[in-house]
């Protein structure tokens, strides 16, 4: 135990875009909802939607 | 090094201290301990076994204490009660199920049921009479998180009144039992502390494999209620027709799928049943590993499950399962990306199934089990 890690877990959503199809993984923001509308892409003028929403654990 | 020690030359007599003029002090060092562990010995394991378990019930206790602060102020911030609500919430921590006498086991499905449910909506108003401004989505929140505070605040009481007990009856074998099981219930337990975290974010959690799946699959789809907290898409695919169920989302809720199951068949005709849910995985087995087979996939208590397989053995409906494997924590806490990533695997894996599983122009339920929270439709 003395020598145990300390874990510490970020949670990231992933954006496709509708058009292109292009994903993007960003931190995770409050009001961040599965499956629904997210952001302008940012290689073409189409929208995103969240994809997935998941958390990716480090130890420190 | 080694030359400094001569380990052929040992003088047994000696070491043993059994030659006549040994020494009587030497003989009691020996025969004392001996003495000590023949008739203290189990006091002795007592107080070893004590002291780790005493660790073991301090974190508990620190759970239970945390679990309880988090959903005060939780409450406090996102509800704004005008009175301070930690004396509320306290009389509800402190509520527990007596499950129905299994003496006569006839029925007793129906009454664990009829308990568990009236639990259930005796929380839901009640929470819902004190904050009466709360909507559905914040409500069931609440009330998960409260379920995890009760739970932890069960678990302390339980694991602290077997130490106790067996402390008080100075009586070691009394508590070996506590330190066989303990490290299962620290990991539940655990476990329990880390899924508030998500469920308070309304984040998916990895239970909620099979409501992202079906959830996905019914994004193009007209939605109904047809149970409580329980929606249905009809929609088809290659000539059969489905019904795509599961718990309304983003709500932290498991919905009622066996009682939307039995409206449905009371109207359609089904051909299968496919359940789509996340499985406790066996130590060694890899975690977000996918894996099918037969049977109503669901967990909980044992009552959809038996509904599930009733409604299913009336009616003849094959019923088959789609499970996404993971532990215990991965499958309360912020889904993982394992476990995230599988979600459109499983998805081809369910239209194979259903190819498989059914001819042209028959009907299917596809169940997404488990907790929808964070997880619309």
């Known amino acids: 135990m003395m020598f145990s890690k300390k874990k510490i877990t970020t949670a990231y959503t992933v954006e496709k875009c509708t058009k292109c199809g292009m994903l993007r993984k960003r931190k995770f923001a409050e009001g961040d909802v599965l499956f629904t509308e997210s952001s302008k892409c940012t290689s073409c003028d189409g929208m995103t939607n969240i994809e997935k929403i998941f958390g990716e654990t480090i130890e420190q | ?377």
Request: charged content about 25%.
């Open chain 2, 1 to 377: 090094m080694l030359s400094l020690v001569n380990f052929t030359n040992f003088d047994f007599d000696q070491l043993f201290a059994m030659s006549d003029d040994t020494n009587p002090i030497m003989m009691l060092i020996w025969i004392i301990p001996i003495i000590l562990f023949v008739f203290y010995g189990q006091r002795i394991q007592l107080y070893i076994t004590s002291s780790e378990i005493k660790k073991g019930i301090k974190k508990l206790y620190g759970f239970k204490v945390e679990s309880r602060k988090e959903l005060i102020d939780y409450i406090t911030k996102t509800l704004k009660p005008k009175d301070d609500p930690t004396k509320k919430i306290d009389r509800f921590l402190d509520y527990f199920t007596i499950l129905p006498v299994d003496m006569d086991p006839n029925g007793i499905v129906d009454k664990v049921r009829h308990t568990v449910r009236s639990r259930e909506d005796y929380t839901r108003e009640h929470v819902k009479s004190l904050f009466p401004e709360i909507s559905d989505f914040e409500l069931t929140k609440i009330q998960t998180i409260l379920e995890i505070a009760s739970s932890l605040q069960m678990i302390y009481k339980i694991v602290n009144h077997m130490f106790l007990t067996a402390k008080k009856q100075n009586n070691y074998p009394l508590i070996l039992p506590l330190q066989m099981i303990l490290p299962f219930v620290m990991e539940q337990a655990e476990a329990m502390k880390e899924a508030i975290p998500a469920f308070k974010a309304g984040q998916p959690v990895g239970d909620g494999i099979g409501s992202m799946v079906v959830g996905k699959m019914m994004l193009e789809c007209e939605k109904e209620t047809i149970a409580f907290q329980t929606v249905l898409a009809k929609t088809e695919f290659e000539t059969r027709k489905l019904f795509l169920l599961k718990a309304e989302g983003p709500s932290s809720t498991v919905g009622r799928p066996a009682d939307a199951l039995e409206t449905i068949v009371s109207i359609n005709k089904l051909d299968a049943i496919i359940m789509v849910d996340a499985a406790l995985k066996m130590e060694g087995e890899d975690s977000a590993s996918i894996a099918q087979g037969f049977g109503a996939a669901i967990g909980g208590i044992g009552v959809e499950r038996f509904q599930i397989e009733a409604i299913a053995t009336k009616n003849n409906i094959p019923v088959f399962s789609i499970v996404v494997k993971q532990s215990v924590k991965e499958s309360i806490t912020l889904m993982t990306k394992e476990i995230a990533n599988q979600a459109d695997d499983v998805r081809s894996q369910v239209y194979e199934m259903i190819q498989e599983s059914t001819k042209q122009g028959q009907s299917v339920v596809i169940i997404g089990v488990g907790n929808t929270a964070g997880v619309p439709q």
